[in-house]
């Protein structure tokens, strides 16, 4: 049976020499049963110390974890019924695939009788069947990743946690693994927290991603939601890609802000533009998508082409609008449109519909 899992104000502080290190800072997040969040963040940002809080490995300084509604802050690990896969989990080499995969059902006492079918059922799920017979050492690389998955979502954990467990691997197996558990977590409706500091894992992977930055919880949304509507700087540009640039709001009105931005004035409907102030420095996010490039006269910006790159489905554009400040844009591949090269003089527009601004 899956649970869902609460976290209610969890800090963690570590002392470091006569200082206190705060690893985590006042989070708080429900996850739902049969859900799969992903803690997404830079390294050093508290993720891998929630996840060790939660299995217990790790008292919180502060705060409590509840699983399924029971408070569990003071259990054992071995108490809490949760699973976990880390970075490392190698398989033991001198067993089998079944021994492998039964070795966890066997520490749990489940009858000797039911393990065989068990074994044979978590195989066949994971596109393994037949192999029970084999060593470690007698399958591919990809085989030997879905006998570590089979091995512990066999054991149908209340929920599991995982802790970039696909760093170590190339990008091909990476991503046939991150469908591999999205698929055995569907169809078992485990509950599972799923960390990595790569975004296109968190956002391929889960229902809600819960982005962390230093210790703190900058946001937790869908991925699209975090795409569309990130509530501060960080999120738009830990998300997706944006262009940061700085302002200086001239002027608010109920649904956009005016800002001053490299000696132009721009107006902003996005972001959080109930939070800015006339006078207020503010920080300008606009994603490459949103930038167009044109003719230098009577654009919004005057900029020159500073690097140009070709990347498969278009061109990729560096400008540089003030000595130092680089907007990043797309544009179309040559032969279906305009291909400006290095060292051009170049309009840019931003899309005033896809511009945010945040408090900086
Ligand atoms: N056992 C520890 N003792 C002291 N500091 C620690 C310890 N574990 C983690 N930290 C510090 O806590 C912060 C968060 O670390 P961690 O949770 O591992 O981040 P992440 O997994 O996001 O990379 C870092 O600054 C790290 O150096
Ligand atoms: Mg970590």
């Known amino acids: 049976m ?95 695939v079944f021994d492998n995969v039964a070795y966890g059902l066997r520490a749990k006492r489940v009858p000797a009788g039911e393990i065989p079918r068990k074994v044979a059922e978590i195989l066949e799920m994971v596109g393994l069947k037949g192999v029970e017979k084999r060593f470690p050492n007698q399958l591919s690389g990809g085989e030997q990743q879905r006998v570590a998955l089979a091995r512990v979502f066999v054991l149908d954990p209340r929920v599991l946690l995982m802790d970039e467990p696909l760093a170590n691997l190339d990008a091909s197996l990476r991503t046939r693994m991150l469908a591999e558990i999205r698929r055995l977590q569907r169809h078992l409706g485990t509950t599972c927290i799923y960390v990595t500091h790569d975004q296109k894992e968190a956002l391929t992977l889960a229902d809600r991603v ?59 409907r996005r972001g959080r533009i109930e939070t800015l102030k006339s006078g207020d420095a503010a920080g300008i996010a606009v994603r490459p998508s949103a930038v167009s490039l044109g003719a230098a006269r009577e654009a919004f910006l005057q900029g020159r082409v500073e690097s140009r790159i070709f990347a498969g489905d278009r061109m990729e554009y560096e400008i540089e609008v003030e000595e130092g400040v680089l907007v990043r844009a797309y544009g179309a591949l040559p032969g279906r449109g305009f291909v400006f090269s290095e060292g051009d003089p170049v309009g840019i527009h931003f899309d005033p519909g896809e511009t945010m601004a945040f408090p900086l």
Do not use: W
């Open 2 to 96: 899956s649970l869902g899992i609460s976290l209610h104000q969890l800090s963690k502080r570590f002392a470091r020499g006569k200082e206190a290190v705060s690893a985590v800072d006042g989070i708080s997040l429900d996850v739902e049963a049969k859900e799969m969040v992903a803690f997404l963040g830079p390294s050093g940002s508290g993720k891998t110390t929630i996840l060790r809080i939660i299995a217990g490995f790790e008292r919180p300084t502060e705060g409590r974890v509840l699983i399924g509604g029971q408070d569990v802050t003071d259990l054992e690990a071995n108490a809490r019924g949760i699973g976990f896969i880390f970075q490392n989990y190698a398989l033991f080499p001198h067993m089998t």
């Open 210 to 268: 819960a982005v962390l930055n230093r210790g703190r919880l900058e946001q937790v949304g869908t991925p699209l939601e975090l795409y569309e509507a990130p509530q501060n700087l960080f999120v738009a540009d830990f998300i997706g890609q944006a262009n940061l640039l700085r302002g200086v709001v001239k002027a608010v009105s109920a649904d956009s802000a005016e800002i001053s931005v490299c000696g132009r004035s721009l107006r902003v």
